[in-house]
Nanobody, 127 residues
Framework: DVQLQASGGGLVQAGGSLRLSCTAS????????IGWFRQAPGKEREAVSC????????TTPDSMKGRFTITKDNAKNTVYLRINNLKPEDTAVYYC????????????????????WGKGTLVTVNS
């Protein structure tokens, strides 16, 4: 079975940092683009960043650039999202997703392209 397990969320103070992890199983990791998306209370889900598991190229929407860094560890089938200088508006459920044969520099980073989704991890930022 294809599984994406997101972890690393929690309650943090504004200004702090977090590293979220997304561990994949049940599919050939290198064939996929892995993305992070988030959904804040009362808002639609939005893209945070996507990375190619094969070559490490990534894309991040302009609104997310600067504080969000996506990386990968193929040996662990894991993609990470580091968030620095957390703000209350970063409070959301963060999901990871996988797009088979997708590439961030070709097709972009869009939730409608994703083939598989994990359950999400909640990040709450206190002011």
């Amino acid at each position: 079975d294809v599984q994406l397990q997101a972890s690393g969320g929690g309650l943090v103070q504004a200004g702090g940092s977090l590293r979220l992890s997304c561990t994949a199983s049940g599919f050939r990791f290198d064939d996929y683009m892995i993305g992070w998306f988030r959904q804040a209370p009362g808002k639609e889900r939005e893209a945070v960043s996507c990375i190619s598991a094969s070559d490490g190229r990534s894309t991040t929407p302009d609104s997310m650039k600067g504080r969000f860094t996506i990386t990968k560890d193929n040996a662990k089938n894991t993609v990470y999202l580091r968030i620095n200088n957390l703000k209350p508006e970063d409070t959301a459920v963060y999901y990871c997703a996988a797009d088979r044969f997708g590439h961030p520099l070709v097709g972009g980073c869009y939730e409608y392209d994703m083939d598989h989704w994990g359950k999400g991890t909640l990040v709450t930022v206190n002011s």
